[in-house]
């Protein structure tokens, strides 16, 4: 296989956060309606965990529904809570008090937790959540995830965890400006969230 260039593709086991009851669960309010009129309407997240060179990397990203665009994300050695924070955070920036967002999730630990919870209901953001053991509820960023693994980490060499979370970063950069999407009418997320605000 090596002579003839050939590299075998095994996908890796989705990390799981769920951890039983925890905390308060949401309910289903996206109902697998991946349909966003505009940004700042649905976005969506899940945590996915990568290993390398014998450790765990966890990638916690935020992903609009309208245009798939990743807005925000952390990366971490540990599924800590700060992991979700770090990310909220930086996607707060993005929403002004004039959008009515709603944030979906599986029913991983993070998002049951109280910290979670009171983040969104202070910018009223609305809370929805997978039902238990349905990953069809969360399929969006499932999908992502599988085109992040297919695309970035099997196809790449990496020289240290360090070099892999920078190369990680341009790909995500990469995603969000330059990969085009057929249902995106060739743009790349960037170019159609920006087509749409300057027709509006």
């Known amino acids: 296989m090596k002579e ?5 593709i095994v996908r890796m086991k989705k990390y799981k956060s769920y951890k039983g009851k ?11 309606n991946f ?3 505009k940004p ?11 290993k390398i060179f014998g450790e765990k990397i966890y990638f916690s990203p935020i992903l609009d529904l309208f245009n798939g665009e990743i807005i925000a994300f952390s990366i971490q050695s540990r599924p800590s809570y700060a992991l979700v924070s770090t990310m909220l955070d930086k996607a ?5 008090e004039k959008n009515q967002l709603l944030i979906h999730s599986d029913q991983g630990w993070h998002y049951q937790m109280k910290q979670y919870q009171h983040a969104l209901r202070e910018r009223n953001i609305t809370q929805s959540m997978s ?10 960023i499932e999908s ?9 980490l099997y196809t790449q ?20 400006h330059k990969r085009i999407k057929a249902k995106l009418k060739g743009l790349s997320p960037v170019q159609y969230r920006t087509q749409a605000h300057e027709a509006a």
């Open 4 to 8: 003839l260039s050939l590299k075998c």
């Open 22 to 32: 925890v905390g308060k669960t949401a309910p289903n309010i996206l109902n697998r």
């Open 35 to 37: 349909r966003a009129e």
């Open 40 to 50: 700042n309407e649905k976005w969506v997240t899940d945590i996915t965990e990568f």
């Open 92 to 96: 707060f920036e993005r929403i002004t």
């Open 131 to 140: 039902r238990k053991g349905s990953c069809y509820d969360n399929a969006v």
């Open 144 to 152: 992502f995830f599988g085109i992040l693994k297919s695309e970035f």
């Open 157 to 176: 060499e990496f020289e240290s965890i360090n070099h892999f979370q920078q190369e990680l970063i341009k790909y995500i950069n990469y995603y969000n």
